[in-house]
């Protein structure tokens, strides 16, 4: 039986920030998806960490890490708040935002071959690394005015389906980001320290 507690004790070692981030976080095990993502529990008023078993588990060492920061990213970049990319659909900002972050510096190296990623399988032909979500959602815009049905087959490793969309009446969702923004804050400074 797969227990994240000991990916996130390696986690602690070589990144304090994503594992004491990890803390804050309840983490669910889930057959309802396939992979891992980070919702909002409207119950419990929390974001929570939530992955598939049999998927961790299938992963390497390496990849599973990567998966962690992967998520902890989405958290702290303030994806998961219901952050919104200017002008383009939900399904083209989650392709943007997890560019963004499987191309920073210190996700490149180790990144599964099933992630997206600049410089291959549908976006090969975006070559630079490391750059905002809002600029790689303006690049595949641009590209599809030229081809509609260009990305159309974004496929993201992760649950991006509970994000959900931001709304200023939600009481519930604005504590659980408050939550979430302490959690970050949190992590920061206990790693300054």
């Known amino acids: 039986m797969y227990k994240l507690d000991h990916d996130i004790y390696h986690l602690l070692k ?20 396939s992979t891992a993502g980070i919702k909002f529990n409207p119950d419990r008023l929390v974001y929570e960490l939530i992955y598939n078993p049999e998927f ?3 992963l390497s060492p390496i990849h ?7 998520e902890l990213y989405h958290a702290s970049f303030g994806h998961v708040q219901g952050r919104q990319l200017e002008d383009v659909d939900r399904r083209t900002a989650n392709c943007a935002m997890d560019l963004a972050i ?9 990144a599964p071959d099933f992630v997206l990623m600049p410089g291959r399988g549908e976006f090969e032909d975006i070559h630079l690394h490391g750059q905002a979500a809002d ?3 303006n690049i595949i815009k641009k590209q599809q005015e030229n081809d509609p049905d ?4 974004c496929e993201q490793f ?30 920061a400074t206990e790693c300054d320290v």
Request: proline share 5%; glycine share 2%; net charge negative.
């Open 14 to 33: 070589d990144e304090p920030f994503f594992a004491l981030l990890s803390r804050q976080l309840d983490k669910r095990p889930t057959e309802s998806i």
């Open 56 to 58: 961790m588990e299938s």
């Open 64 to 70: 599973k890490k990567w998966v962690l920061m992967h």
């Open 102 to 110: 499987n191309s920073l510096s210190n996700m490149r190296d180790n």
């Open 135 to 137: 600029w790689y959602a």
């Open 150 to 153: 260009k990305f159309k087959d």
């Open 158 to 187: 992760d649950d991006h389906s509970e994000f959900g969309e931001p709304s200023p009446d939600d009481l519930g969702k604005q504590i659980a980001d408050k939550k979430m923004q302490d959690a970050i804050a949190k992590a």
